[in-house]
Every structure is written in structure tokens, then in C-alpha cells.
């Protein structure tokens, strides 16, 4: 396989480090901006609704553009939105820059996967597909922890000049390593809407939206909930965000293989179930156990979170694909818009939560959006059951 789609992966790695590590740097951009946590949390819906809206926009925008030119130049603004980020003098600055992070990272994950796809041959796809999507699995596993490590002894500033090195790092060598002339293809934004209305289609999108929006409700202020509710140290906070990277690893690689054996749809709706139960529980124990044991208890929560959490994204990409086989880019990226809608609608709802409550309610609210999702799915098995005719 063609080895400049591992350096395709090392973008992936570096925008999706940043689109990780954010909900770790809350509590102190909030702090030195002076304003809530609650508020700090805009900027992680500002970033997934750009990439939602913006990033088929974009795609459209720029189909029939070379690939490599569309590669350099998102990577080009990305790297700038990051500097603007840790020079940024206000909130409202800094919010400016995630927004060009989101749209420049979104365009570029988009741009990268048909890059990788013409890179090789046909009984190749599959592969280079998983090896550009791989870079955004370690970006959970040690991109994100590393860059709360790098937060812990340099500041929420120095994060993102580090982020905007290994940017800058990842254009380089792509600038020496990507050929010209790899043309896309121009999908038109009315083309994307008549897939969405497919039978079928809008429930998928709608769970996945569901399923973010709980688990961002969480994600989002896992630090609030870590330090006040779990009593745990600032610098904890790496450490919880590698175990939950160690357990999407592991469930992101299940996932794949348990649908492809017992079904998508069964281990979509387990998926559903146990990421319930697991956000009930990020509630009941910092509610109900002593800091000193409820503290550790949620870092060892962190990992089977991520795997139940994980599971979820293979599995529901393979049923939305055998909805829609002849329409599989298409679909897959109104799954991805639908995954950002659900980020972005989950940091509102964990916002929420803390604004008239304290970070040990998220869990319990937030449990209640994969239930909607569950309940969806069992919903869609049940009308898709075959109606017994009447005797004769």
C-alpha cells in the first residue's frame, strides 16, 4: 500500500488531537478569559456545527479542485487558526479560531479519504480508508492526553502552539510527498440532500446525533466533573483521557468485528444500552461514594466507557452503507455532519446541566439521549419485521 497515505494519517492525527483535547483546557481558558465553564463550552459547539454545515459546503465548494492544492491549504488554515488560538487576546478571538479549525479540519478529513482511495488500488480502498480514519483513534488514545500533559506544564496556550507545529510538520511533508493532478469529483449539495431522504437514512442520522449528544454532554466538561465532583488533581486529567483512548481504541477495532459477526444493528443498539448505563453510573458514583474513592473510580470508568462508546461508530457507518451502497461517500458524510450536529448539541445540553446544577448531574441527563437512540433503532427492527398474512 502507498506510503504517503500514513503521512495523510498524521494530519488526521493533528486535527483530531485538537478536536480531542479541548474539553480538557476548559476549566483554564474559562479562568483566564473570566467567564463560566458553561460559556467555555461554546467553543466546542461552535467547532461542531462549522464542521457539520460548513464541511459539505466546503467539499462541494471545492470538488473539482486538485487534492493536494485542497490538502495544503486546509492544513495552511488550520495551522493558522491554532496560532490565532494561543495569541488570541479575547474569547471572542478565540472562538473565531475554532471555527477556522473546524472548517479547515473538516474539509481536509473529507479531501484526505479520496486522496488516500486514489492513491490505491481498487482491492486497497478499505485499507487506506482505515489508515487515514486510524490517525484520528490515536488522536483519542495519545494525541489528546498529551496535549492535556503539555496544557498541564504550559498553559492551554501552549497546546495549541504545539498542535500548530505538528500541523505544520504534517503539511510539509505532504507538500514534498503528494502528487499533483489528483482531481475529485463535484457532488452537488441537492445530490446529498436526495441521499439523506433515502427510506431509512434520516433514523440513522438521527441516532447518531442522539448518541453524541450524550456522550458530548459528558465529554465536554469531563474536567468540571473529574476536579469538583471526583476531587481528582488538574493533573489527573491526562491520565483519564489516555484510559478513555485505550478503551476506544479497543472498542473502535470490536466494534468493526462484532457487527460484522452478530450484526450492526444488534451491536448498534448494545452500543446504545451500555453507554446509557455507563453515563448513569458517571453520575451515581461521584454522587454517592466518598471523593477518595469515587475520584479513582471514575478514571477506571474512563475505559470501558470508551469501548462501549467506540463500538458505536463502525457499526452504525456499516448499516447507513447498506442503505445506501451506491451512495456510500455520500451518506458517510451526512453521518459525519450528524456526529458533529450531535457534539456540538451536547456540549449546549452539558452547559445546561451546569448552569442549574452541579457536573455530578451529567451523567443522568445525558443518559437520556442514547435511550431516544435505542429506542429508534428497536422502533426501525419493529416496523422492518415481516407481517404475518392472514389465513385463508
Known amino acids: 500500500m502507498d506510503k504517503r497515505i500514513y503521512w495523510l494519517a498524521l494530519g488526521s492525527f493533528a486535527i483530531s488531537t485538537e478536536g480531542f483535547v479541548i474539553s480538557s483546557l476548559l476549566p ?16 466546542i459547539t461552535a467547532f461542531a456545527l462549522a464542521y457539520a454545515f460548513g464541511t459539505p459546503i466546503l467539499a462541494t465548494l471545492t470538488g473539482e479542485w486538485d487534492r493536494r492544492r485542497v490538502i495544503l491549504w486546509t492544513l495552511v488554515f488550520f495551522v493558522i487558526g491554532n496560532l490565532v488560538a494561543a495569541l488570541s487576546s479575547s474569547f471572542e478571538l478565540l472562538l473565531i ?20 482511495v486514489a492513491l490505491v488500488d481498487d482491492h486497497h480502498r478499505a485499507r487506506a480508508i482505515a489508515v487515514v480514519v486510524g490517525g484520528t483513534t490515536v ?20 497546546t495549541f502552539f504545539a498542535i500548530a507545529g505538528l500541523g505544520a510538520l504534517a503539511g510539509a511533508i505532504l507538500w514534498y510527498r503528494l502528487p499533483r493532478g489528483i482531481i475529485g469529483t463535484k457532488l452537488p449539495l441537492r445530490r446529498r440532500l436526495a441521499a439523506a431522504l433515502r427510506p431509512g437514512v434520516m433514523p440513522i442520522l438521527f441516532t447518531t446525533a442522539l448518541a453524541l449528544i450524550g456522550a458530548f454532554a459528558v465529554f465536554s466538561f469531563i474536567a468540571p466533573l473529574a476536579i469538583q465532583s471526583g476531587g481528582l488533581s488538574p493533573l489527573a486529567l491526562p491520565g483519564m483521557l489516555l484510559a478513555f483512548g485505550v478503551g476506544a481504541v479497543i472498542g473502535n477495532i470490536a466494534g468493526g468485528q462484532v457487527a460484522d459477526r452478530f450484526g450492526a444493528t444488534r451491536t448498534v443498539g448494545w452500543s ?15 454522587t454517592f461514594l466518598p471523593q477518595h474513592i469515587a475520584g479513582p473510580a471514575l478514571m477506571a470508568m474512563m475505559v470501558p466507557w470508551g469501548m462501549v462508546g467506540w463500538a458505536f461508530p463502525p457499526a452504525q457507518a456499516s448499516r447507513i452503507i447498506k442503505l ?22 451536547g456540549a449546549v445540553v452539558g452547559g445546561a446541566v451546569l448552569r442549574y446544577g452541579v457536573p455530578a448531574d451529567l451523567g443522568l441527563i445525558a443518559a437520556i439521549f442514547p435511550l431516544i437512540g435505542l429506542g429508534v433503532v428497536l422502533a426501525g427492527r419493529w416496523a422492518a419485521r415481516p407481517v404475518a398474512m392472514p389465513a385463508e
Open 324 to 345: 445506501a451502497p451506491d451512495a456510500a461517500p455520500i451518506v458517510l458524510s451526512l453521518n459525519a455532519s450528524a456526529l458533529y450536529l450531535g457534539v456540538a448539541l
Open 139 to 158: 488522536a483519542v488514545a495519545l494525541g489528546a492526553p498529551l496535549g492535556a500533559l503539555v496544557a498541564a506544564f504550559a498553559g492551554w496556550r501552549g
Open 272 to 286: 446504545l444500552a451500555l453507554s446509557a448505563a455507563m453515563l448513569v453510573l458517571l453520575s451515581v458514583v461521584p
Open 97 to 116: 479560531a475554532r471555527i477556522i479549525m473546524a472548517l479547515s479540519s473538516g474539509l481536509f478529513a473529507s479531501t484526505a479519504q479520496g486522496t488516500a
Open 28 to 43: 483554564d481558558i474559562a479562568g483566564d478569559a473570566g467567564i463560566s465553564i458553561p460559556l467555555a463550552g461554546t467553543l
